[in-house]
């Protein structure tokens, strides 16, 4: 089953990747952001998971958020 890409306003993509790239922020922030970009590419839980290191349903429950 292919999840829908997740929609952001304008901006979010380049303000998360900002945040992905970053140095000086958290690991746990850089993280859900980049689970929130692959989500945005159009990206399965299953494949976010794999790529983030984290389970599917943490993925899925940052779709929701």
């Given at each position: ?14 303000r998360l990747a ?25 990206q399965s839980n ?20």
């Amino acid at each position: 089953m292919r999840t829908a890409p997740l929609q952001l306003r304008d901006g979010d993509d380049e303000r998360l990747a900002a945040i992905v790239r970053s140095s000086t922020v958290k690991a746990g922030l850089a993280r859900r952001a980049r689970m929130v970009l692959l989500a945005h590419q159009g990206q399965s839980n299953a494949a976010i998971a794999r790529t983030v290191g984290v389970s599917r349903p943490t993925v899925i429950s940052w779709r929701v958020r």
